[in-house]
């Protein structure tokens, strides 16, 4: 059993002025964690030595996403000096559920609201990293060469590689996709797990944002993240057949790792098969574009 420490609880009760009474792991029964008192409730994320850095990024972005009118989680208080370290944060209202039906309302505003976040200039007191992909923490290229070799991904990454793309650099979320977002309805209320937030081009979020609508609905749904980008915008998409390309090797081999987090959020019928196959669709699609 996954438990916080009580220094953190400590701290955390200190934070909020009211004995903690629950306590509630968010994802995989583990960080971020549900508080909960008798009057009010946050979200504590914890981190061991070796992932302070990403908390850090996480309090880092969720700051200045606070400045772009896009609803995000308050940080309450950070308590980095420890091992586990700390991030408390509100709690906000609203559901990540992936509904069974394509949305288009839904999908043309994380398009639109990807593009707020892009127009942002990054102040460099930020200290926010470098994005060239999504989730940029995690080497997807070490993962596939790996695992057994698929000729279609050596395609793309001899095409992603050989190809220079175009355009400004700005504020990106880097792990833009439906789990990450909470809703009323059709209404966005937050965007939340800012780990991976960054400086990077446009495509990295749209790109993300396509393949996400493309795996969990049909190819065409990502025209629809693309629409509402381009409205906020005010412009066409920058090298979109290229975002695609890299958001698809922005994804493992078997993406049996997507098949179930997708499926905690209401998807079981989204299989690892059918996963790889809308993937693997998407991304032949970019490469006959690109």
């Known amino acids: 059993m996954v438990v916080v420490e009580p220094r953190l609880i400590t701290w955390a009760e200190g934070v909020l002025g009211a004995?903690?009474?629950?306590?509630r792991g968010l994802r995989a029964g583990g960080s971020p964690w549900l508080l909960e008192t008798r009057t009010q409730s946050a979200v504590m994320r914890v981190g061991a030595a070796d992932d302070i850095a990403l908390l850090r990024v996480e309090h880092a972005g969720l700051e200045?996403?606070?400045?772009?009118?896009?609803?995000?989680?308050?940080v309450l208080a950070t308590e980095f000096s420890g091992d586990p370290a700390g991030l408390l944060m509100e709690l906000m209202p609203g559901s990540s559920a992936i509904p069974l039906e394509r949305p288009p309302l839904r999908l043309r505003a994380l398009g639109a609201a990807a593009a707020v976040l892009h127009a942002v200039t990054v102040p460099a007191a930020a200290r926010l990293p470098r994005r060239d992909r999504p989730i940029g923490p995690v080497d997807?290229?070490?993962l596939r060469a790996e695992a057994p070799a698929q000729e279609l991904l050596q395609r793309a990454e001899e095409a992603r590689d050989?190809?220079?793309?175009?355009?400004?650099?700005?504020?990106v979320h880097d792990d833009l996709w439906q789990g990450n977002a909470l809703w009323d309805g059709d209404r966005l209320t937050a965007l939340i797990d800012w780990e991976c937030a960054g400086v990077g081009p446009a495509g990295v979020d749209f790109g993300a944002l396509r393949l996400d609508a493309a795996m969990c609905?049909?190819?065409?749904?990502?025209?629809?993240?693309?629409?509402?980008?381009?409205?906020?915008?005010g412009r066409r998409a920058d090298d979109v057949a290229y975002w695609d390309v890299v958001a698809?090797?922005?994804t493992p081999t078997?993406?049996?790792w997507f098949a179930g987090t997708i499926s905690a959020q209401g998807r079981p019928d989204l299989t690892r098969e059918l996963l790889e196959q809308r993937r693997n669709r998407f991304l032949s699609n970019a490469l006959d574009e690109l």
């Open 19 to 23: 004995r903690i009474e629950s306590v």
């Open 64 to 74: 200045l996403a606070a400045t772009t009118g896009i609803p995000v989680p308050r």
């Open 140 to 142: 997807f290229d070490r």
């Open 162 to 171: 050989s190809y220079r793309p175009r355009g400004v650099e700005g504020f």
């Open 217 to 233: 609905f049909d190819v065409d749904a990502a025209d629809d993240v693309l629409a509402g980008w381009e409205a906020e915008a």
């Open 248 to 250: 698809a090797l922005s």
């Open 254 to 256: 078997d993406v049996g």
